[in-house]
């Protein structure tokens, strides 16, 4: 259930980031700023706008008003700084929705329609994804939204502990374009707008509403990072009519409307100065993420973006935030939340942001866990635990930062000893009952808010594949944290009969009567789940999207039933679009996508090499999960256009999916570029990305398919240590193959058809030359 309509119902019914204090804004200088030559800039058809001087130094702006897209170069001296201003459509096109089937049809069918007919042809579309669908927020009715005005977008800086939201119309609630700019504030014309951001990854929000004719208007906002207000956070803001390249009116302001002779609207030259400032700050913050190019630059934009809006959801771009502006989810109640903690350490940890996954590590073990390993929370799930000491040993393998683990170590053997007191109760039980030796709780927070949660303190698979997980992965590391080595040994005897009990009881629960075979989200039920949820209110099988979701994130299945599981949930309602679905009872009007958590099946898709569908996710999550534009990720989010609750988790899932598609570690396994899309390939532009960090140091390469000449040039530099195992894979559209790939000079061994082995010496940058066939 989505949990706005969830939480309506039950109405009814470190040092390391000390350069960034909560109360104290480093001035960004101008001198931080990357910028690029001036003569590489190509300024013909730019309008010059205004000079402004900053720090003593002379700046120049000019804007290329030719395009409604133009970009913004600030020039000093022999040097310049672009700022792009990409727009997407908020609306929806021509093309029929969902392939032209019926919603009904769709939304009641057990099997994923639209999910088959994308993948009909291999490898999907990525148009066709996008298309395939109503964007998120192009329909919305406020009727809807319990009353609250739908924002789709917000602003903030790491330093203010409140975000500013934006309205379609460009509105905040302090700040009127529509008092200085007439008809700027009309919803309908709105309806029509394109969005983006400015820089194409900050935190700046830009729209442009057409007029007809060549008129549009055109709006600017973005956070005041010089402001060092607790809570309020201050705002930017350009407010112009153009028409055909020019520039008709323009209205300038900070913050609130103008209240003379105190408040006068700013001049230009301020504005400039801000956004100057603005871009330097946002560049600093970012300036640890591991880069990339791709030829389209929108997906790394997207990335970097997400890891932006964490450090304006979190108060001092640190402490735990599950949502944003709503009381719903920005209240206390959420802070403690596992998955917003596990999902931004995951995230950080794999762009190589190892400063900020530090001190997400240290807050949360610090203010959230407590010394017996319970948590600060109200609705503690169960397989989150395990997820949460998987991460930790994933956060000593990247960075090797002994010294914060060992300062936590007695909350971390707490939690395992949590996990171990569960499975203790488990197997005390009778052989014969359906949950023997395996973990029972709670595998969904909301549990907690209903009369009776014991109807959800179950042995879901979950809870014990994600224990797994977790005792294995911490088990390796504990002695190298001075930790005792017979407890290590401990938690790897008792992981080991935990899965082996996990295993037998799914064999044993599997549904051979049904094609393909079903298995349920626990042992002992009759009833699939969507039959349970539309008979039983409640129902024990509530909120199954998770439990098959983490069940294979924590990848202790074999492959058969991990392949098994997935096909289970094609089949029989569990994914939308290819994505997790938030599994309710059927019903005629909705088939919704879960934003967050979803990822662990994307995951294991990867894993199993099942990498047409993986893309398909990739794909589906950014255009059905995320606002156009302005790509404000929702919780759960339905297909039809609505406007979906924003929370953190689900904006941390495309930074997850896009470093796998580049760089995916898996055991003793290191692949480069396993879902890299052929499309990328074909488009015949590089394809690079570096300082990747893995477990055994950081991997990158840079490639380039030259389609006319049928030839692949680049190189790969190889990690500090060596994988077991090292995959270069370059997919091809049908109809082509490799002759040949060259590494190093040497003819590469193929692995498949698309897919060679890479050897070579630690630390060695390596030509790469292909031929097609």
Not at 343 to 352: D, F, Q, V
Not at 378 to 402: I, N, V
Not at 421 to 427: F, N, P
Not at 627 to 636: K, N
Request: charged share 20%; aromatic share 10%.
């Amino acid at each position: 259930m989505d949990r706005r309509h969830f939480l309506q119902s039950m109405a009814a019914a470190t040092a390391a980031l000390a350069v960034m204090d909560a109360k104290a804004t480093p001035a960004p200088l101008w001198a931080a700023v990357k910028t690029a030559p001036l003569a590489d800039v190509d300024l013909s058809g730019y309008s010059l706008v205004c000079h402004f001087d900053e720090q003593g130094k002379r700046w120049a702006v000019y804007e290329d008003w030719q395009r409604q897209d133009g970009a913004l170069v600030f020039s000093q001296g022999q040097q310049a700084l672009v700022l792009t201003k990409r727009l997407e459509a908020t609306f929806a096109g021509d093309t029929p929705p969902y392939l032209g089937m019926a919603l009904s049809k769709v939304a009641l069918s057990d099997a994923d329609l639209l999910a088959d007919a994308l993948l009909a042809n291999g490898e999907p579309d990525e148009t066709a994804v996008r298309t395939v669908a109503p964007p998120l927020a192009s329909k919305l009715n406020p009727a809807d939204y319990g009353g609250r005005l739908p924002w789709n977008s917000f602003v903030g800086t790491r330093q203010c502990n409140d975000t500013m939201m934006v309205y379609p119309n460009g509105r905040t609630r302090t700040y009127h374009p529509r008092q200085v700019l007439k008809g700027a504030g009309s919803d309908e014309l709105a309806a029509k707008r394109f969005e983006g951001l400015v820089g194409g990854w900050m935190p700046a929000v830009h729209k442009v509403v057409p007029l007809g004719d060549g008129r549009y208007y055109e709006l600017l906002v973005f956070a005041d990072v010089d402001a060092t207000d607790t809570f309020i956070a201050q705002t930017w803001h350009r407010s112009a009519l153009m028409e055909k390249g020019k520039v008709l009116e323009v209205h300038y302001a900070h913050s609130y409307p103008a209240y003379p002779p105190r408040r006068e609207p700013p001049p230009a030259a301020d504005f400039y100065r801000a956004l100057l400032r603005f871009a330097g700050y946002w560049q600093q913050q970012l300036a640890d993420m591991a880069p990339c190019q791709l030829p389209d630059p929108s997906w790394s934009d997207m990335a970097r973006f997400a890891f932006a809006r964490e450090l304006v959801v979190r108060p001092g771009g640190t402490y735990p935030k599950y949502g944003a502006v709503d009381r719903d989810y920005y209240g206390p109640e959420y802070d403690g939340f596992q998955d917003t903690f596990t999902s931004s350490l995951y995230a950080n940890l794999e762009w190589g942001r190892f400063a900020q996954a530090s001190a997400v590590l240290d807050q949360y073990f610090s203010d959230f866990v407590y010394e017996d390993g319970m948590i600060n929370m109200r609705g503690p799930e169960t397989g989150q635990f395990g997820l949460t000491l998987s991460l930790l040993a994933r956060y000593f393998q990247l960075t090797g930062d002994k010294a914060l683990l060992q300062k936590h170590r007695g909350k971390i053997a707490a939690t395992a000893a949590l996990l171990l007191e569960l499975h203790d109760a488990a197997l005390a039980l009778p052989k014969t009952a359906p949950g023997y030796g395996l973990i029972h709780g709670w595998n969904e927070s909301d549990a907690c808010l209903f009369e009776d949660p014991s109807i959800w303190w179950k042995p879901y698979y979950a809870n014990s594949a994600m224990t797994v997980r977790g005792l294995v992965d911490i088990a390796a590391i504990w002695p190298q944290l001075g930790g005792e080595p017979a407890l290590a040994a401990r938690w790897r005897q008792r992981a080991a009969t935990l899965k082996a009990r996990l295993e037998t009881s799914i064999r044993a629960n599997i549904r051979h009567d049904m094609s393909p075979p079903y298995i349920g989200p626990l042992p002992g039920v009759a009833l699939t789940f969507r039959q349970a949820l539309a008979q039983q209110q409640p129902s024990e099988q509530g909120w199954p999207h998770r439990v098959y979701a983490e069940l294979l994130h924590a990848d202790v299945l074999p492959a058969d039933l991990a392949n098994l599981v997935i096909d289970c949930m094609r089949a029989y309602g569990a994914t939308s679009i290819g994505v997790v679905a938030n599994i309710t009872a059927p019903n005629d009007k909705e088939r919704n996508l879960l934003g967050f958590i979803s990822y662990g099946y994307a995951l294991q898709l990867l894993r199993l090499g099942r990498v047409d569908e993986y893309l398909l996710f990739m794909y589906a999550h950014r255009y059905h999960a995320h606002t156009p534009g302005s790509w404000t990720a929702g919780e759960v989010s339905d297909i039809t256009g609505g406007m979906p609750l924003f929370c953190m988790p689900a904006q941390l899932t495309i930074p997850l999916l896009l470093r796998w598609a580049l760089v995916f570690d898996d055991g003793p396994q290191l692949h480069l570029a396993k879902a890299v899309p052929h499309a990328w390939w074909q488009s015949g532009k590089t394809v690079a990305c570096e300082a990747i960090p893995t477990p055994w140091g950081k991997v990158g390469y840079r490639l380039q398919l030259h389609l006319a000449e049928g030839r692949l040039s680049g190189t790969v530099t190889l990690p500090q240590k060596l994988p077991e195992v090292l995959t270069l894979t370059l997919r091809l559209p049908k109809g082509q193959r490799w002759q040949q790939l060259l590494v190093g000079g040497q003819p590469a061994e193929a692995l498949g058809q698309d897919c060679f082995v890479i050897r070579g010496k630690a630390g060695q940058v390596l030509a790469i030359e292909g031929r097609l066939g």
